[in-house]
């Protein structure tokens, strides 16, 4: 096996590894199932979201490191990761994932925390969930942008090798942002629907 296949798979392995924002919009719509969930089933919900954080850095590094070497051992000249329009849109989409990742680990959930700091019982106050909504709904929002913008790297990276016609890529882009939204708006138990 060739470097070059060796990392191309590591590359396409991490890119499926990011689906962390499909899985965050799961776990937060099964949560609505529950109504008024009790303080340990709400924090072990929040746990399980909170903890996709650091493994969305390590994967998006990834992706960044072995999408470089693909360039590198494809023969490219760095400087294609700026001259050609596919790889520089998944640099960018790439970059924006981190910054909105960055943006709900360092100011989104230390405010839902400081929030469930306040519990001391097994009920959460009316007060504390009326104050977890608004941080918690652009968290869930954001998830639902992260998710298109996988699901468009995706559709980018296969572009690499081969390019597909406009009209199909704009079908595919539209496709991917209905899914995102529906995935945002309800709950999925058969996957697609």
Not at 99 to 120: C, G, K, M, T
Request: with cysteine; charged share 10%; glycine share 4%.
């Amino acid at each position: 096996m060739s470097a070059y296949n060796a990392v191309k798979f590591l590359h396409i392995l991490t890119v499926v590894f990011m689906a962390a924002p499909l899985y965050n919009l799961i776990i937060v719509n099964e949560r609505l199932r529950f109504g008024k969930a009790p303080y340990v089933v709400d924090r072990y919900f929040e746990n399980l979201i909170k903890s996709n954080a650091g493994r969305c850095f390590v994967f998006q590094s990834t992706a960044l490191v072995t999408g470089i070497l693909l360039i590198l051992l494809s023969g490219l000249p760095l400087s294609s990761l700026f001259t050609n329009p596919v790889l520089l849109a998944k640099l960018l989409l790439l970059l924006v994932l981190s910054l909105l990742l960055s943006y709900v680990h360092f100011a989104i959930q230390p405010r839902i925390e400081a929030l469930l700091a306040q519990v001391q019982s097994d009920e959460i106050p009316a007060a504390v969930v009326e104050q977890l909504r608004p941080w918690r709904a652009r968290r869930k929002k954001l998830a639902g942008f992260c998710l298109f913008f996988v699901i468009t790297i995706v559709l980018l990276g296969l572009q690499v090798f081969v390019h597909f016609h406009p009209l199909l890529t704009g079908l595919l882009v539209s496709l991917a942002a209905l899914f995102s939204w529906h995935v945002y708006k309800t709950n999925i138990p058969y996957g697609w629907v």
